[in-house]
T-cell receptor, first 115, second 115 residues
Framework: NAGVTQTPKFQVLKTGQSMTLQCAQDMNHNSMYWYRQDPGMGLRLIYYSASEGTTDKGEVPNGYNVSRLNKREFSLRLESAAPSQTSVYFC??????????????FGDGTRLSIL | AQSVTQLDSHVSVSEGTPVLLRCNYSSSYSPSLFWYVQHPNKGLQLLLKYTSAATLVKGINGFEAEFKKSETSFHLTKPSAHMSDAAEYFCVVIPLGGGGNKLTFGTGTQLKVEL
């Protein structure tokens, strides 16, 4: 059971570079999410997709874009990386379309450093 | 609006002694509440969830939590700590009817288990 798979696991970028973080789930979930985790701040929602073909902003969307490529895949793009985007990024998925009472399943994270 | 307060950023216990991780919440709607665990360099794993059924919820690995509406609390307990319980624990609230995107994480409690 793969669950939620994120690639890459680690990445170092220079300021101004761009990159795309990939996420795929094999649980046939409708909803997918991108979070960032910073020390002492818990997880903060960047973007989410309640269903295939829809995306919405979360708490901290500035500097990011997302694409829900199909039901399985949800990518996060940094167009011009900044040191403030150094963080651990988590992708998650859940059943339902924003019903609120389904637990989310998480990938193992992408550790991103921006110099 | 909703919020979660984890009252202790660090908790240290001896192996074999009880564990208590405290969580208080506020929510405009009746909430769903979850506890997640995160081991080093891993994603978050669901421990247990409360979704307006029984107020005492049992989870994996011997953990349980009690929903107390009058105290707006959802504390996590375990009768006897094991070395493998050392990890970071997150309390999460979702307001039922508020949409799956409105998931709010606490800032986490780091549990240390000593011999």
């Amino acid at each position: 059971n793969a669950g939620v798979t994120q690639t890459p696991k680690f990445q170092v970028l220079k300021t101004g570079q761009s990159m795309t973080l990939q996420c795929a789930q094999d649980m046939n979930h409708n909803s997918m999410y991108w979070y960032r985790q910073d020390p002492g701040m818990g997880l903060r929602l960047i973007y989410y997709s309640a269903s295939e073909g829809t995306t919405d902003k979360g708490e901290v969307p500035n500097g990011y874009n997302v694409s829900r490529l199909n039901k399985r895949e949800f990518s996060l793009r940094l167009e011009s990386a900044a040191p403030s985007q150094t963080s651990v990024y988590f992708c998650a998925s859940s059943e339902g379309e924003g019903t609120g009472n389904q637990p989310q399943h998480f990938g193992d994270g992408t550790r991103l450093s921006i110099l | 609006a909703q919020s979660v307060t984890q009252l202790d950023s660090h908790v240290s216990v001896s192996e074999g002694t009880p564990v208590l991780l405290r969580c208080n919440y506020s929510s405009s709607y009746s909430p769903s509440l979850f506890w997640y665990v995160q081991h080093p360099n891993k994603g978050l794993q669901l421990l247990l969830k409360y979704t307006s059924a029984a107020t005492l919820v049992k989870g994996i690995n011997g953990f349980e939590a009690e929903f107390k509406k009058s105290e707006t609390s959802f504390h996590l307990t375990k009768p006897s700590a094991h070395m493998s319980d050392a990890a970071e624990y997150f309390c999460v609230v979702i307001p039922l009817g508020g949409g799956g995107n409105k998931l709010t994480f606490g800032t986490g409690t780091q549990l240390k288990v000593e011999l």
